[in-house]
């Protein structure tokens, strides 16, 4: 069974500062790793994947992610923050195994950016 | 571009009412999932099917049931709503071949 941590419940960064969301995970199989952001009263918007390729992921708005296997871990990082990052963060994880892609979510990280 | 809909941002309904819950995606996708959101537990699998008329119970399926009787179409079924299903449903759907998921805006249901 896969599981992830995600090691903060809120994050607070100024405006033009670097953001760290800590994420661990836990799989008995190569993982497939995912961050994901919902901005308020919006659905889930796929930010980044991992899926076994380069371990330094690029996805969209500046934001990237590194899978460390050594440290199970998949922090998302972005160099500058602006306004308009500030939403939940869901880190994810998908074994390799069984039907239909299933999923499982991490408890979540709200960003909060402020001026 | 993907697009998933659900058929109401917001729903309240009383104790015991049955509740029906639609979801429609338009990218022909095999998967359909649908998950509850709640603060501090983020999002967790109830059922999901990855075939017309298929089904398959996911870490909290109890209370609901499902229906896919059209690929793009699945719903999720509250027999018998109780206060301690008022939560955010999201639908989301994928490809046979990728893994990412693509979620719908979300249905805030009340239960009284």
């Known amino acids: 069974a896969q599981s992830v941590t995600q090691l903060d419940s809120h994050v607070s960064v100024s405006e033009g500062t670097p953001v760290l969301l800590r994420c661990n995970y836990s799989?008995?199989?190569?993982?497939?790793l995912f961050w994901y952001v919902q901005h308020p009263n919006k659905g889930l918007q796929l930010l980044l994947k991992?899926?076994?390729?380069?371990?330094l992921v690029k996805g969209i708005n500046g934001f990237e992610a590194e899978f460390k296997k050594s440290e199970t871990s998949f922090h998302l990082t972005k160099p500058s923050a602006h306004m308009s990052d500030a939403a939940e963060y869901f880190c994810?994880?998908?074994?390799?195994?069984?039907?239909?892609?299933?999923?499982?979510f991490g408890t979540g990280t709200r960003l909060q950016v402020t001026l | 571009d993907v697009k998933v809909t659900q058929s109401s941002r917001y729903l309240v309904k009383r104790t015991g009412e049955k509740v029906f819950l639609e979801c429609v995606q338009d990218?022909?996708?095999?998967?359909m999932f649908w998950y509850r959101q709640d603060p501090g537990l983020g999002l967790r699998l109830i059922y999901f099917?990855?075939?017309?008329?298929?089904?398959e119970k996911g870490d909290i399926p109890e209370g609901y049931s499902v229906s896919r009787e059209k690929k793009e179409r699945f719903s999720l079924i509250l027999e018998s709503a109780s206060t301690n299903q008022t939560s955010m449903y999201l639908c989301?759907?994928?490809?046979?071949?990728?893994?990412?998921?693509?979620f719908g805006p979300g249905t805030r249901l009340t239960v009284l």
């Open positions: 989301a759907s994928s490809g046979a071949v990728t893994d990412t998921q693509y």
């Open positions: 990218m022909d996708h095999e998967n």
């Open positions: 799989s008995s199989y190569s993982p497939s």
């Open positions: 099917s990855y075939d017309v008329k298929m089904k």
């Open positions: 994810v994880v998908r074994g390799n195994t069984g039907t239909a892609s299933k999923l499982t």
């Open positions: 991992y899926t076994s390729a380069a371990t």
